[in-house]
């Protein structure tokens, strides 16, 4: 440990923790999107931990590119990092972390502004969410591929439990249903007289000895 590069312990350590959130964003996402923890976990709650496992992963992976600014070992500079494929070591391995990044980038942002753009702001986050669906696998092989210590034991059996939690929750995703939303009370209708009913009809009251006389009017007119 003596004759490793601090910097590239902190490289290590930071890469390592950023594919561990990015792990957990996805699991805590597919957990909103099923529900196969009921009432257990209400919806905002995963919603508030998916956002703030995301942020968290952005600051350490922010972390992990500073450092290998400054790693005296193999230094790069801003544009080695930021485009895919001009990286002096690992090309390959090091544009596939590249490309998670910027796979990452947009769903980040767009969360923030969402709410901000209306309508227009659901149809770009949920663009954007489908291009971050990507950043996942894409870091799982620069993970494999850059790193040096990838295929030691403890390294494959994280990979093994990412991996297999990420499955797992694909699986019931994808079979399991979720809860049924209860229906919105409906609120009682008020009786009203249908307009179509008839009238009630009364009776005409004629007075007493009014019959009589109109009974004998046609007798006296014909005398």
């Not at 919603?47 to 922010?62: C, E, I, S």
């Not at 709410?115 to 489908?130: E, N, P, Q, T």
């Not at 790193?147 to 994808?174: F, K, N, Q, Y």
Request: net charge positive.
């Amino acid at each position: 440990m003596a004759d490793i590069p601090w910097t590239w312990l902190l490289i290590r350590g930071s890469g390592i923790t950023t594919w561990a959130l990015l792990t957990a964003v996805v699991a805590w996402g597919l957990l909103l999107r099923s529900r196969l923890l009921g009432s257990f976990a209400p919806p905002q709650r995963l919603m508030t931990m998916h956002r703030w496992l995301g942020a968290t992963a952005l600051a350490f992976l922010f972390v992990h590119l500073a450092l290998l600014l400054v790693d005296p070992v193999v230094p790069f500079t801003v544009p080695q990092i930021l485009v895919p494929g001009m990286a002096p070591w690992e090309t390959l391995a090091v544009a596939l972390g590249t490309l998670a990044m910027w796979a990452m980038l947009p769903v980040m942002v767009m969360g923030r502004l969402r709410s901000r753009l209306g309508k227009a702001g659901a149809a770009w986050f949920k663009r954007a969410h489908l291009v971050a669906y990507a950043a996942w696998p894409l870091a799982t092989a620069h993970y494999v591929m850059a790193g040096t210590d990838a295929l030691t034991e403890w390294s494959l059996a994280l990979l093994g439990a990412g991996a297999t939690v990420i499955v797992v929750l694909l699986l019931a995703r994808g079979f399991v249903p979720p809860p049924a939303r209860p229906a919105p009370a409906r609120a009682p209708l008020a009786s009203t007289p249908s307009a179509a009913a008839p009238a009630p009809v009364t009776p005409a009251v004629t007075a007493p000895g009014t019959e009589q006389a109109s009974t004998r009017e046609p007798a006296l007119s014909t005398l």
